[in-house]
């Protein structure tokens, strides 16, 4: 009995040490609610987020401070801007920019509470996005959103779910679908640098522009094929499959630059196609994560490769004349560019594989 | 000593668990009503039967059900955000259930945390299989689910002591308020479930059946702790008054294993005993 009770009570103690350690650094309502009722040009409503996650918002502000209508008073325009910075309404992924005005503190949730209105653009979809607050992964926001007198969208965006949609039922705008998908496109390309480098490292050996052109129409190829695959739904090797690859096709791409001179055979076109594959596996899962509009699938695929194409080219037609020039200008430094930059690309690659297997 | 050392070493380790190893209760906001009372029933999260308030996730609900003279899906009924889990008014003095299931959340924990986690809640299945896949060094991909019920006794017993359908459930096999010793049975999809390892807690109701405020009462340790027999039940001493409950973890492997390698549900059944009942 004795050994059972202190059981108990080691129990007892490991689960207030397990909750006062987990409050250390969250606190224990970590909630925010974002209700909206849309009306046919604006979205009025109401957003609650509690005083601690609006404190931490503002810096060195005691969230104490806030739960009294003259503290409240102090902070109202820095409050103010917590939330319309925080609240991210957007149509068709433009994001709305609207008013916040009241503000009360609500002693029940220990939250504020702010009245916003803003403008409502024709479109066929709204998204909020969030959750509100990211400062601790635990966060949970409450949307819910009115139309017409019915409720449209009940939701929870936490880290893992980030985005709420109302499909308004209005015609979506396909002009600004292929400019938005471009403009992704053209930004996964320049954010990723292990696309760069993989073009650069088929870059290093030179040659002609037909060789150049038939290494890029292979790998635009492949990337294209298996992107459609994949967003479609028809085959979606996983990320810890896909993302180790990519970082290997770097790394051959830096070894084939060594040996293709002692070979005298050219393969950079075959490993271009072949590791396009791969790319374009890649590509999909990033535009997954932009949610694809249903409407306009077919649109925003298209759009999304065209993007990658432009960034692609881009960096082929500063990189390849810019070694072009250097090669013809110091005849010298040829094998030096060739050798150390083929090493700087393998050594990337390393670092990349190695990372992606033990992150895997 | 040793144990309690280890013990506060787990608790030391598993302290980032923020979300889900916490318990997921149901509760009223009094255990006491009769016929013609709104009952008020709200979730609540957190660890020794202390935590704080959970708001209803609508995305999240796979079943949410009342049992009263008959057993109504009341899904469409609760808003998203909302503290009301379920609001009811009572038809007679027969009592009152109210059952929910979540959908599967998914989490991923460090291989020593997952293993320690594994350990806190007596789940050796999986871990002589991780032991068994050489895997107990890696990461723990997990994605679990919440099966939870409330009662509120009342004359018509069979509302706590039928089993509402929830994936993995603890269900009294007899009235638990008039008992020394409740039997109780975990059933996995129906079915029991051998081998599970069961805890209860139990504290003092505050005047008119209502529980003290989750927030601010103290964190407590169970009061049971044992392992079903083959026919899925457990006894337990349920002699003292105050508000019960009665959990249980079972993890078995993912059903996605794209998400995840592991699945758990997370069972519990709470119910008030009154203070001055004799127990027979």
């Known amino acids: 009995m004795t050994r059972r009770v202190l059981r108990g009570f080691a129990l007892g103690l490991m689960s207030a040490t397990i909750f006062v350690a987990s409050q250390a650094h969250a606190h224990s309502q970590p909630y925010s609610w974002i209700d909206l009722v849309a009306t046919p040009d604006s979205l009025l409503g109401e957003v609650t987020a509690h005083v601690v996650d609006v404190a931490h918002e503002l810096g060195a502000v005691a969230p104490e401070s806030l739960a009294s209508a003259s503290g409240l008073a102090v902070h109202a325009a820095a409050v103010r801007e917590v939330f319309a910075r925080q609240l991210d309404l957007r149509a068709e992924d433009v994001r709305l920019t609207g008013t916040i005005g009241a503000i009360a503190y609500l002693p029940e949730k220990n939250a504020l509470r702010a009245q916003v209105a803003f403008a409502r653009p024709h479109s066929s979809s709204l998204e909020v996005h969030g959750p509100l607050f990211v400062w601790e992964d635990t966060h949970e926001t409450y949307v819910n959103l009115r139309a017409s007198g019915r409720l449209e969208v009940q939701d929870l965006l936490d880290h893992t779910h980030t985005r709420a949609t109302w499909m308004t039922g209005e015609k979506r705008d396909l002009g600004r679908v292929v400019l938005r998908f471009v403009r992704e496109g053209i930004h996964h390309i320049f954010i990723g640098p292990d696309h760069i480098l993989f073009i650069l490292g088929l870059l290093l050996l030179g040659g002609s522009l037909r060789q150049l052109l038939r290494i890029v129409t292979a790998f635009t190829i492949a990337h294209s094929l298996t992107l459609v695959v994949a967003t479609l739904g028809w085959l979606q090797p996983p990320a810890r499959v896909i993302e180790p690859m990519i970082a290997m096709s770097i790394i051959v791409v830096g070894i084939e630059n060594l040996l293709a001179k002692q070979r005298h055979r050219d393969w950079r076109a075959r490993l271009a196609f072949g590791f396009g594959l791969v790319h374009g596996f890649g590509f999909a899962s990033v535009l997954r994560e932009l949610a694809l509009p249903a409407d306009a699938l077919g649109g925003a695929l298209v759009s999304f490769n065209v993007g990658v194409e432009l960034g692609q080219m881009a960096i082929v037609v500063i990189a390849a004349p810019t070694l072009a020039l250097l090669r013809r200008w110091r005849p010298a430094w040829s094998p030096g560019i060739l050798q150390g930059g083929s090493l700087v690309v393998i050594a990337a690659g390393a670092f990349w594989l190695v990372e992606r297997l033990l992150a895997h | ?280």
């Not at chain 2, 003279?69 to 009811?88: E, W």
């Open chain 2, 1 to 280: 000593m040793r144990s309690f050392r280890l013990l506060f070493t787990l608790s030391l380790l598993l302290a980032p668990l923020t979300a889900r190893a916490h318990e997921y209760w149901l509760a009223p906001l009094s255990y006491q009503a009769g016929a013609g009372d709104t009952v008020v029933v709200r979730a609540y999260v957190g660890t020794g039967f202390k935590g704080e308030g959970k708001p209803l996730a609508a995305r999240r609900v796979v079943r949410l059900e009342a049992r009263t003279t008959r057993r109504v899906d009341i899904r469409s009924l609760g808003l998203n955000g909302a503290d009301d889990y379920a609001r009811l008014v009572l038809p007679d003095a027969g009592g009152a259930s109210v059952a929910f299931q979540s959908d599967f959340a998914r989490i991923e924990l460090p291989a020593a945390q997952f293993e320690a986690y594994l350990k806190l809640e007596g789940l050796e299945e999986p871990l002589r299989e991780r032991v068994r896949t050489k895997t107990s060094n890696a990461p723990g991909r997990e994605r679990y689910a919440r099966c939870c019920r409330t009662w509120l006794h009342g004359t018509d017993v069979a509302r706590g002591i039928e089993p509402a359908g929830l994936t993995l459930e603890v269900v009294p096999t007899a009235d638990p308020t008039v008992l020394k010793r409740a039997s109780f049975r975990v059933l996995l999809r129906g079915q029991p479930l051998g081998g599970a390892l069961v805890r209860a807690w139990n504290r003092p109701l505050d005047t008119g059946g209502r529980p003290f405020a989750v927030a601010t009462r103290d964190s407590l340790g169970p009061v049971y702790e044992g392992r079903t027999r083959a026919d899925g039940t457990v006894t337990i001493p349920v002699e003292r008054g105050g508000e019960w409950m009665v959990s249980c973890v079972h993890m078995e492997p993912s059903d996605v294993r794209s998400e995840a390698d592991w699945q758990s549900l997370w069972a519990n059944f709470t119910f008030a005993r009154p203070a001055r009942s004799r127990p027979r």
